[in-house]
């Protein structure tokens, strides 16, 4: 028969599956033999027999009554017993936290007749009306259902009467009385009386915390993080100690190191004379945790030496809950404690030096994602900048602009060279233009998958969204912030993505000590290094520079996976290089086409004659030769691969509107118009496509376009031979995009082989360089064997390869409906940011697969953005490839990421 309760003698915290988080950690803790108030844990397995049943399961409240028993006969006293009771507090604890679950209840057991007999025992009347009125006011409103605001208000109203500034000035008196209207406002709202039988409150008590795991902010939670919903949560009952007992008692939080910072050494806030949730409610105000050293040594010193005992048994940063009972200690929590990025690195460098964890360890602790915080730009606020407004912490970085309340405006201000915030109370479609021109957006409605949250992050930009303090008055164009303050529009203001907060004005940006550490050279060759870049480090943490460096060291010390970057000049590259990259993956060659060169290509779309086109191709192939000299050169030594021209060529011409709109002018004005101009709108309506996304574009501009290939290729073999000459170690790699069978590539690679072997006649120089494809279509991975026979190496082009697995287009999707999928669960995370493991991912593996079957030993990458991405890093790490290339400021978290994917189920990573 299955068993529902277990005593804290019995748990550990490899139980948290069935004991949940808090059950499990008070079991490790008693184990520890630290001094826990006795209790037991009802499991997640009785709740969720409860949730499907409806009803307690069979047994379980006789295992209750017997592990009860067990806690009475240890206390000497019984639960709720009129002269002396036992009082217990009822804890919901499920595996993760979570918010939504139902509130924890203190002093269960007391009632009418043994709040007396409390009264008499303790020798405090007034710690025994302050204990019944707040079980009263806890049941009243987590159990029953009464809106705590009806308890606040008469407490507030008690205050006023009694001119007491707070609530340890209210006597026993004063409490008694509060108790009697707490009960009044109970069976006003419920038509029911506050149940004076002690079982009936335990009972209760523990049926509420398994119907709190369906409320629906615990589901919306759930969903929001992706935790099953079907866990179920656990109930911890345990033995009250009291912090309410006067100046010798109190309690606090404590946690081993500084959470924001990763300092060694206590840190925490504590509250004499308090209960419960005292300390972090904000009630009264809480003295620093060193200054219980000074209130009560004995206890403190004590509280020290579990907080190293717990630290070094959890080999981590560990966050606790204590009571102080009359000068006796009690631990009432443990858990790993949360963290900054900034605290993450120190904290994993520190207890890696104290021999507490290895290396690796130190390394899968950190994350990517924490390391792209830590080199965002920051704002350098000084202890005089107060926040507005905080919200949620939606899109990172730091952005300064002024206030702006629609699109329009956005648009307008910045066309006018202006910097703005588009301030909304949620962005739909319609906003996009203004997203798209402001600076940072602000909301004051929507949570991190808010239309909002989405498109920012989708697009980089700096995003603080359900800033609910913030009134938006889009009618009157301005907002006002929680202390009245009211910010009319044009007012600059700051936005703080990575923390969520909003100032008044505009706050200098610094780059951050970690960037200026990577732009010095993270392999430690430029000038700088660490130690350097920590001294100009001001407020921001010392060795944080330092607990970076290390872990990316470590990363590059164990990882497989080569990191390259997406670079298309010579500045990105000697950049890139400088970020630890290990070759250019992709350098794209279409902006090469810009500008000036337009002209040039113009001609070369409208040449009537292959003459004419020649003319053009030759004006364009010294100026390509000049590109990729000068990146060459940037990434000597390293391989670079250029990818030929993609997009399809009427991105380069007028748009159509705006020729025919010109046309229809001169003819209104009765003269004729522009030869060039009807010529030029002939090409554009014939090359007109309805989804150029599919249309000539790739390899298939390459086929059908005489000589662009060619050109191309001339131009990357020149370059590589003048390099040559002058000594370099030139590696250029020629990719060709958007293939879809293997044909394409051989008579595209044919034409490469001739071009080379004429520039290695030509220049006297040898001149090779592998050609490989993009593997970007679905056809493509699935005919990869194929390929291969032709290819010389794949990158995955895993933004098209998305885009044409799932059948919708980036641009179009993402701030239509992916707002709305995202909240309907139907993706976890955008397939853009994220890799598609199941869809997108299974064409990769049989890609890999195949090809290689092919050619043994194929060198494959990704050059997609997803080569950026943590998570998908690991995919490509387990998919077996051999570098991924994103751009040059995400290089430093792909390395951090590849070494971090090494690990994946090691103990290295298992060891919490
Ligand atoms: P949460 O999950 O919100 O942290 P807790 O179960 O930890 O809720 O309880 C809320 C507060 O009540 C905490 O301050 C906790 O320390 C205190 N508390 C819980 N159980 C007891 C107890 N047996 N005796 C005294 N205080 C308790
Ligand atoms: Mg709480
Ligand atoms: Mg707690």
Request: proline share 5%; aromatic share 6%; net charge negative.
């Amino acid at each position: 028969m299955a068993r529902y309760v277990y005593d804290f003698h019995e748990g550990g915290r490899d139980m948290a599956g069935l004991l949940g988080g808090k059950g499990s950690n008070l079991a490790e803790m008693t184990r520890l033999g630290l001094p826990v108030p006795p209790g037991f844990t009802i499991t997640t397995e009785a709740c969720r027999a409860f949730l499907d049943t409806g009803g307690e399961p069979a047994g379980m409240a006789r295992e209750v009554s017997a592990h009860l028993a067990d806690v009475e006969s240890a206390a000497g006293r019984r639960l709720g017993q009129p002269g002396d009771p036992l009082l217990l507090s009822v804890r919901s604890g499920a595996r993760f936290s979570m918010p939504g679950m139902m509130e924890t209840i203190l002093d269960i057991g007391l009632n009418d007749e043994s709040v007396l007999g409390l009264a008499k025992v303790s020798g405090s009347e007034r710690f025994a009306w302050d204990s019944y009125r707040r079980l009263v006011q806890m049941f009243g409103s987590t159990v029953m259902g009464v809106g705590s605001s009806h308890f606040e208000r008469a407490l507030a109203l008690l205050k006023e009467a009694c001119g007491a500034p707070d609530d340890v000035h209210l006597g026993a008196d004063d409490l008694a009385r509060l108790v009697e209207t707490y009960k009044d406002i109970i069976r006003t709202e419920t038509g029911e009386s506050f149940p004076q039988s002690p079982a009936e409150q335990l009972r209760r008590a523990v049926l509420a915390v398994f119907e709190s795991w369906n409320g629906e902010r615990a589901r919306l939670y759930r969903r929001r993080e992706h935790i099953a919903d079907d866990l179920g949560t656990a109930v911890n009952v345990q033995r009250m100690v009291f912090g309410n007992l006067g100046s010798d008692s109190g309690s606090g939080v404590a946690f081993t190191r500084d959470p924001a910072t990763g300092r060694p050494g206590p840190y925490g806030d504590y509250l004499p004379d308090a209960q419960g949730e005292d300390v972090v409610a904000g009630i009264r105000n809480t003295v620093p945790l060193a200054e219980l050293e000074r209130l009560d040594p004995r206890a403190y010193r004590e509280l020290r030496a579990h907080m190293a005992t717990l630290e070094q048994h959890y080999r981590d940063l560990c966050d606790i809950e204590f009571t102080i009972e009359r000068g006796r200690l009690w631990m009432l929590q443990t858990r790993v404690g949360k963290r900054t990025a900034e605290a993450a690195f120190a904290i994993a460098a520190e207890l890696a030096d104290e021999g507490l964890i290895t290396p690796d360890e130190g390394l899968a602790r950190v994350s990517g994602e924490g390391l792209a915080r830590l080199m965002f730009p920051r704002f350098d606020t000084s202890a005089t900048d107060v926040a507005l407004a905080h919200g949620l912490p939606a899109s990172p970085g730091a952005a300064v602009g002024a206030a702006v309340f629609d699109s329009a405006e956005a648009v307008r201000r910045t066309a006018a060279g202006e910097k703005v915030v588009l301030v909304r109370q949620a962005t739909t479609p319609d906003d996009l233009p203004g997203m798209i021109a402001a600076q940072a957006v602000l909301t004051s409605r929507g949570g991190k998958t808010s239309h909002a949250a989405v498109v920012a992050r989708g697009m980089g930009k700096v995003c603080v969204c359900g800033a609910e303090d913030l009134s938006v008055d889009l009618e009157a164009r301005r907002l006002i912030a929680p202390d009245g303050t009211v910010v009319e529009e044009g007012t600059v203001l700051s936005v703080d993505g990575s923390a969520g907060a909003v100032y008044p004005g505009s706050v200098p940006l610094v780059a951050s000590a970690v960037m200026r550490f990577l732009e010095a050279g993270a392999t430690g060759d430029a000038a700088g290094g660490p130690a350097a870049a920590t001294e100009t480090a001001g407020k921001e943490t010392p060795g944080v520079v330092d607990a970076v460096a290390r872990a990316l060291n470590r990363a590059d010390a164990v990882r497989r996976l080569e990191v390259r970057a997406n670079a298309d000049t010579p500045e990105d590259a000697v950049r890139a290089r400088r970020f630890g990259a290990q070759g250019v993956g992709l350098c794209r060659t279409e902006h090469m086409f810009l500008g000036e060169r337009r002209k040039l290509v113009e001609q070369m779309i409208l040449a009537g004659t292959d003459a004419q086109r020649d003319r053009a191709l030759a004006a364009l192939l010294p100026l390509q030769r000049e590109d990729f000299t000068g990146i060459l050169e940037a990434m000597d030594g390293l391989p670079v691969t250029i990818r030929l021209l993609d997009p399809p060529l009427h991105e380069f011409l007028p748009d159509h509107t705006e020729l025919a709109v010109r046309i229809a002018t001169a003819q209104a004005r009765g003269g004729l118009p522009a030869a060039h101009d009807v010529e030029l709108l002939t090409a554009v309506t014939r090359m007109h496509e309805e989804n150029p996304m599919l249309g000539l574009r790739g390899v298939r501009l390459g086929l059908v376009v005489p000589g662009l290939v060619a050109m191309q290729v001339r131009a990357i073999g020149e370059a590589v031979a003048r390099r040559l000459s002058a000594g370099g170690d030139p590696k250029a790699e020629i990719m060709v995009p958007l293939v879809g069978d293997v044909r394409e590539l051989r008579i595209v690679r044919e034409e490469v082989r001739r071009v080379l072997a004429e520039v290695s006649q030509a220049s006297g120089v040898r001149v090779d360089c592998p050609v490989g494809t993009m593997i970007e279509l679905p056809r493509a991975a699935l005919t990869a064997g194929r390929i291969a026979e032709e290819a010389e190496f794949f990158s995955f082009g895993t933004n098209d390869l998305t885009q044409t697995t799932w059948g919708f287009s980036r641009d179009d999707v993402e701030a239509e409906f992916f707002s709305a999928y995202l909240d309907k669960g139907v993706f976890p995370v955008s397939p853009f940011e994220t890799l598609d493991r199941d869809g997108v991912g299974r064409l990769v593996d049989i890609a890999v697969a195949e090809g290689r079957a092919t050619r043994p030993g194929l060198k494959i990458g990704v050059c997609g953005e997803h080569g950026g991405d943590p998570d998908s890093v690991h995919f490509f790490h387990t998919a077996g490839l051999d570098y991924v290339s994103c751009s040059p400021f995400r290089v430093p978290v792909a390395r951090l990421e590849a070494g971090r994917a090494t690990l994946e189920g090691t103990d290295a990573s298992d060891s919490r």
